[in-house]
């Protein structure tokens, strides 16, 4: 039988986790209570810790028994990811947490498949939240009050939160079926591209656009690793020159490593790689003073790549897609890069794309699989898109 995991730290928030489960059983959900806590638990549990402990790849001591806590709850979560990734009965799972336990029990949740419901109760959910949420689709949900003992408020929060984890659970998304899956990469000036594509696909493809802010680009390749995507069209590779020269939108240095590790099939381009990503102007490192900037909005300010940048940026994505064995098409698009890049816009530098078409074009050894191909439009102009989808269709023999 598959069950709803409740998952915290027994030995600091037992009553808590015990009402929180009390509260699913309600609703006939089936329950299994899991400690995560490093002393002895308050409550009766399903899955003690030392058995998540054990989990570690240096073993159950490698968790319990030290005096760091802070060690203690990193090496915790490592074990509870492990452990959770492992188990064949999770229908979904809920977590609560200070802290401490929002690092571990998120770790677990950040390795489970999406769709698979998660929601963590935190007392850290209305702050910055991203290191917790990663590329997940788990759902954090304020706890309002601290977790230090059942009060008015933390009941409404823990009935609500198991309220939302029974309809999940009882209720889950249907499997996916029918069109093979595709991913894209877009961004705000390379949306007419990427739509227009999608347009063009979507009769024959269940299209999935990724928002290339860094996370998008991670979160398209952790499906292509887990099996979804049958192929991508990446045309919105801006993530690169953030994670080479600084920006707040960074790929990881593993961006292409998904198309490498399955041989899917990847035409990609070099959209917005004239730009890197910062926040507000006075976010940006001093360093950059005198650089051309624009101001996209009060929080976002861009500033344009140079051509040295643009040279190095094109290094090394070539060395990346050198390590791709399938089908790979790179697409150039002469008229420019972006939707400021163009005559009379304020990107518009054909130096600097230059540097960039020639870096990639000395730099990808070529073969029958891996082609590069210059073409005469701007990536907005509708002939790129056309052009997109029919070299698309040829690598899949649609």
Not at 98 to 125: C, E, N
Request: glycine share 12%; aromatic share 4%.
């Amino acid at each position: 039988m598959r069950r709803t995991h409740v998952v915290g730290t027994a030995d600091t928030k037992g009553e808590e986790m015990a009402w929180l489960a009390d509260c699913l059983r309600a609703r006939g959900v089936a329950v299994t209570m899991v400690d995560i806590g490093i002393r002895a638990p308050t409550i009766a549990v399903d899955v003690p810790a030392a058995e998540v402990a054990a989990h570690h790849p240096d073993g159950a001591t490698a968790v319990l028994g030290g005096e760091d806590r802070g060690a203690a709850v990193a090496a915790m979560g490592r074990a509870f990811a492990s452990f959770i990734a492992r188990r064949s009965d999770v229908a979904g799972v809920i977590g609560i947490g200070g802290g401490g336990g929002t690092s571990i029990v998120t770790a677990g949740m950040r390795a489970l498949p999406y769709g698979l419901p998660k929601l963590m109760v935190s007392t850290l959910a209305s702050g910055d939240v991203g290191p917790y949420v990663g590329i997940s689709d788990l759902v954090m949900m304020p706890a309002v009050t601290d977790l230090a003992g059942l009060n008015r408020m933390s009941r409404i929060v823990l009935h609500n939160a198991a309220e939302a984890m029974a309809g999940m659970v009882a209720h889950p998304a249907p499997p996916a079926a029918g069109k093979p899956a595709i991913g894209l990469t877009m961004f705000g000036v390379t949306t007419p591209c990427v739509t227009a594509i999608a347009a063009a696909l979507r009769d024959r493809y269940d299209c999935l656009v990724f928002h290339a802010t860094g996370t998008g680009g991670r979160t398209m390749e952790k499906l292509a690793d887990e099996g979804v995507l049958d192929g991508v069209l990446d045309i919105t590779t801006t993530e690169v020159a953030d994670l080479l020269l600084g920006g707040a939108l960074p790929a990881t240095e593993d961006r292409f490593g998904a198309i490498a590790r399955h041989r899917l099939p990847w035409v990609g381009s070099v959209g917005a790689l004239d730009m890197v990503n910062f926040g507000a102007p006075e976010t940006i490192p001093a360093r950059h003073a005198g650089r051309r900037f624009y101001h996209h909005n009060p929080q976002v300010t861009l500033m344009r790549t140079t051509v040295e940048e643009n040279a190095a940026i094109g290094d090394w994505i070539a060395a990346r897609l050198n390590l791709c064995e399938g089908p790979v098409r790179l697409l150039l698009p002469e008229g420019g890069v972006s939707m400021i890049d163009a005559p009379g816009q304020p990107f518009h530098d054909p130096r600097a794309d230059a540097a960039l078409f020639a870096a990639l074009e000395r730099g990808i050894r070529r073969t029958e699989a891996r082609r590069v191909e210059r073409l005469p439009f701007h990536i907005n102009d509708p002939a790129f898109a056309e052009a997109a989808v029919a070299t698309f269709r040829s690598l899949l023999k649609d």
